[in-house]
């Protein structure tokens, strides 16, 4: 957000709570969605090249790789990484509190997934 403050013809927009408050709330799930959508395409092109004896083949190995990538860097490393920068000091301040920190800041990420 501080880096859209500093151009000069979208500050005075982003003043606007609205407007603020719409591009910090819809914006990266929207991109996510907009990536998520093109993926299939971009991972069907490089499988494609990869030489592989049949259609059928290819459908699999696209199907897991797109799996696997919502698994992995979608869901846990954003569910992960929210949870735990948002408790970055208490978590540096005793580590074996992981598990329960989780367990508690893991509702304030449920609004990324719902959107």
Known sequence: MDNLMKIPFLRSLLELQFV?????GFLPSLVL?????VLP???GALIRRAGLHSITA?????TLMYFL???FAVFIFSFVSGTALSQLQAL?????RL???LGVSAPQQASFFST
């Not at 603020?20 to 910090?24: F, Y």
């Not at 969605?33 to 959508?37: G, K, Y």
């Not at 540096?92 to 074996?96: A, Y």
């Open 20 to 24: 603020s408050s719409l591009i910090q």
């Open 33 to 37: 969605l907009i990536f998520l959508a």
């Open 41 to 43: 395409y971009l991972l």
């Open 58 to 62: 290819e459908d699999s190995l696209l």
């Open 69 to 71: 990538f919502q698994l």
């Open 92 to 96: 540096l301040d005793d580590p074996h």
């Open 99 to 101: 598990i329960s920190l």
